[in-house]
């Protein structure tokens, strides 16, 4: 009980701290537009620190690979902050740790869809990063390899998330499917701003999708411990 009611009493702080990580993201997509390094520097670096205290909050039980997987995002943007190869390939790698956790906890809440079923879903997202491998080949030179790893990993569970989403078109599958669509596109936008275009603009949509993307997922973990820790409330009605 104690538990319970201290859970309750953390809530209170929740709704201003999303306030809050809202409010901090707009700053970031407007500083990002007129790519002010100094004010960059000052706010991307609170975004993720934010989410997870609303995690935190929210959580009756914070699940510690989730909260682990929010802290490599967060090396990851930092990295990702300056345009040097070397950090840019570090901040690659913090991704992919991010994804690897991401992917972990998923499996650990959702039950497996079947190999079968990942192997069709996965189809579009194969498609689709082939042909940017393609297009991009000469152009990464050697970072290309930190390319096809991490295309790999989104392949599949971009795969695993439309298909739990087909299996069963809920709430809390539609909020994962939903993320993995929102990276998905903020990986075609990032390479097309790399290779293809410096246009502002580019960086502050990314920024958005980032935002949204992240909250989608934060959404469906919190529902998903929610249906685990009060299954009596998780009927039909709740999960449509």
């Known amino acids: 009980m104690s538990r319970i009611s201290n859970h309750f009493s953390k809530r209170k702080i929740v709704k201003p701290l ?68 070397d950090y840019t390939i570090i901040a690659a790698i913090f991704f992919l740790i991010y994804r690897i956790l991401i992917i972990y906890f998923t499996h650990t809440v959702i039950p497996f869809p079947g190999k079968e079923k990942i192997a069709v879903a996965s189809i579009p997202f194969l498609i689709l990063y082939f042909t940017l491998g393609i297009f991009i080949y000469k152009e990464m030179n050697h970072i290309y390899f930190h390319y096809v790893l991490l295309s790999i990993f989104m392949i599949y569970f971009g795969g695993y998330c439309l298909a739990v989403y087909l299996i069963k078109e809920k709430k809390t599958n539609l909020y994962l499917l939903m993320s993995t669509l929102l990276f998905t596109l903020i990986h075609i936008l990032i390479i097309f701003k790399i290779y293809f275009s410096k246009t502002a603009f580019i960086q502050s949509l990314v920024m958005t999708l980032f935002v949204i993307a992240q909250y989608q997922l934060l959404l469906f973990v919190l529902l998903e411990e929610k249906k685990r820790k009060y299954p009596k409330v998780n009927n039909p009605q709740a999960n449509n």
């Open 18 to 85: 999303i306030a809050l990580y809202f409010f901090v993201a707009l700053l970031d997509v407007i500083v990002e537009y007129f790519r002010d390094a100094f004010y960059i520097v000052m706010f991307k670096p609170l975004l993720m620190p934010l989410l997870i205290s609303v995690y935190y909050f929210s959580s009756i039980k914070p699940n510690r690979f989730f909260i682990a997987a929010l802290v490599s995002i967060w090396m990851s943007n930092l990295f990702f902050i300056t345009n040097s190869i």
